[in-house]
């Protein structure tokens, strides 16, 4: 979309995932009332309503070059639908981005979406209203800068808390966030906490008539369903791992083997693995995972090791007998120390080990070797150098696999020349200790 998001020469278009430098976050499952029924709740919107008189009042009339009505008609439409004169503009913007009018000729007059719509195009519909409420705060949405700015941060804490948040709680929440993002003055962070109160509540009876919020009986603001299947939306847009509580449900009953194997190969999201730990008592689901990583491959100790970073020490007892473990006790001595928990110590070769078994992990997962992003575990540079050299003479199963990994897809010429080398000294140490073993 054009950044002036009143250009209506401009199609809509949601901004490409890849260009967004946002780090993925993992949201919590959420239960999405049935499509029917959402698309029944869409004309009730107060905007909507208004967008829809205001489409059936229009007709057929000029408008401005720029797309607009004239000034003569924009007060007739506020004085005759009765509108906010300041909402009218965002009325006319969703009425003519979501196909309800269609501006030809300098004329504007019935679009497209006129007509009654299908569940599935009436919901769309809803998405393309919101994107145009959500794309609106970059020009000013609710009257104040520094809520707009963080408009889509405040729907997603709301989105986190189904039970509601406090209009306090999320004041404080801008505050920190807008001192964090701009690091204003000690006169301009007082100026705007004595401020802000008041313009959020504007800012949440905006979201109210736009029909995302709502309040409860406590006075905390939740989102609507539609809300929450909007926000939804656009979470997974922004590439965030927000999923629906049937698509975790799944693997609420997988054993630790099944969840592992779904995360080798890719079925499943951080989020599905939050789900499937919150059902189990964390000494249970540490005893299990173990028992999978002590005979699996790298790709399955990755993937335990993944998920037991999620617990605390409520499960020292399974982890600490994965020290008994010949392929798991680096692991489990690790995770016991960042714990501050007793555990033997660690020398050199076995950082080493666990770098290497790191990297065979890539060897077995499902986007590997192609998605070489994940070398990103290891900072490339001289460091890198050092330890890919290191590693010829680590015993490890996968070691010369993982050289060959490293000398033919890392990015760094030195890193991949380091491993060329370390690999033919590894084929070389091997094959000597093998004709050692045969006389």
Partial sequence: MANNV???????????????????????????????????????????ADVLRLTAWTGTRPVTEHGHLHPADAEAAVAELGLAPDRL????????????????????????????????????????????????????????????????????????????????????????????????????LRRLAATLHAELDDALALLEYCGLVEQTTTGHFRLTPLGVWAVRRDLLREGHDAPTAAQVEVYSDYAAAELVEAMITGAVTPSVVAYWLERRAPEAAAHELVQVAASGTAGQRGAVGTILEELGPEAEVPVRKALDEPLMWR????WLHIRDLPAPPLNPDDHTWIAIDSLAALLYFADAPGAMGSFDVLEAGEELVRLVGEMASVEHPDTVAVLDLL????????????????????????????????G
Avoid at 128 to 148: F, K, P, T, Y
Avoid at 426 to 432: E, G, H, I, N, P
Wanted: glycine share 8%.
């Fill in 6 to 48: 009143f250009d209506l020469t401009e199609l809509r278009k949601p901004p490409p995932i890849e260009d967004k430098h946002v780090e993925g976050l993992v949201f919590p499952p959420v239960a999405l009332a049935p499509d029917a029924d959402l698309a029944r709740e869409v004309p009730r919107v107060p905007l909507v």
């Fill in 331 to 334: 692991y489990a001595a690790s």
């Fill in 407 to 438: 000398a033919g897809h890392h990015g760094d010429q030195a890193v991949a020349k380091a491993a060329r080398k370390a690999a033919m000294k590894a084929r070389s140490m091997r094959a000597m200790a093998a004709g050692d073993a045969s």
């Fill in 89 to 188: 503009r965002l009325l006319w913007v969703v009425a003519v981005n979501t196909g309800l009018l269609q501006i030809m000729r300098g004329t504007a007059g019935r679009g497209p979406l006129s007509h009654q719509l299908p569940v599935e195009a009436t919901l769309e519909f809803w998405d393309g209203v919101v994107m145009d409420v959500l794309d609106r705060a970059e020009e000013g949405l609710s009257g104040s800068a520094v809520v707009d700015e963080h408009l889509a941060e405040t729907l997603a804490t709301v989105y986190s808390v189904r039970t509601g948040v406090a209009a306090a709680t999320l004041a404080k929440g801008i505050l920190h966030s807008h001192e964090v993002a701009c690091d204003p003055g000690a006169v301009e």
